[in-house]
């Protein structure tokens, strides 16, 4: 498995057309095993976010340490449940708007449609993928 990380510090959001060259450049490597995340500061068009998810590789934002406003949150259960439907809404709002800034999080990824809250958990999640293409079948479900 190859891994290709091309990451951006623009002053401007990310367009399609770069997510484009990123496709272009991973066609050129070639190969099954080969995936591709693409690493900005800034956010993503609204379109590239479309693109990329139509060409199967992941996006990820890391905000810069002066638009993250660390909290501390007491979480009954009733509040952790509703979590899960706000992350989704948030993660969308972090990618593509400029000037976002988070309630303790600086790190956005999105992959095949899930939403990822730091590195470990995107790479689990391409691991994954990586071992069930190898088996050609879904592996059991992990926690």
């Not at 002053?11 to 095993?33: C, H, T, Y």
């Not at 810069?64 to 406003?69: F, L």
């Not at 708007?97 to 689990?124: C, P």
Request: proline letters at 3%.
């Amino acid at each position: 498995m190859l891994w290709v990380c091309e990451c951006k510090d623009y002053s401007r959001p990310i367009a399609v057309d770069e997510l484009e060259e990123f496709r272009a450049k991973l066609a050129q490597i070639g190969g099954v095993n080969v995936k591709g995340l693409f690493a900005s500061t800034n956010s993503f068009q609204s379109s590239a976010l479309n693109y990329a998810r139509s060409q199967g590789f992941g996006l990820l934002r890391i905000l810069p340490s002066d638009q993250v406003h660390f909290l501390m949150h007491c979480m009954t259960t009733a509040h952790s449940m509703g979590q899960e439907r706000q992350r989704r809404n948030e993660y969308k709002v972090a990618m593509t708007r400029q000037g976002y800034t988070s309630d303790g999080r600086s790190f956005f990824g999105v992959y095949d449609g899930y939403v990822f809250e730091h590195w470990g958990q995107l790479m689990k999640r391409y691991i994954r993928e990586y071992a069930e293409a190898l088996h050609n079948k879904p592996l059991e479900p992990t926690r």
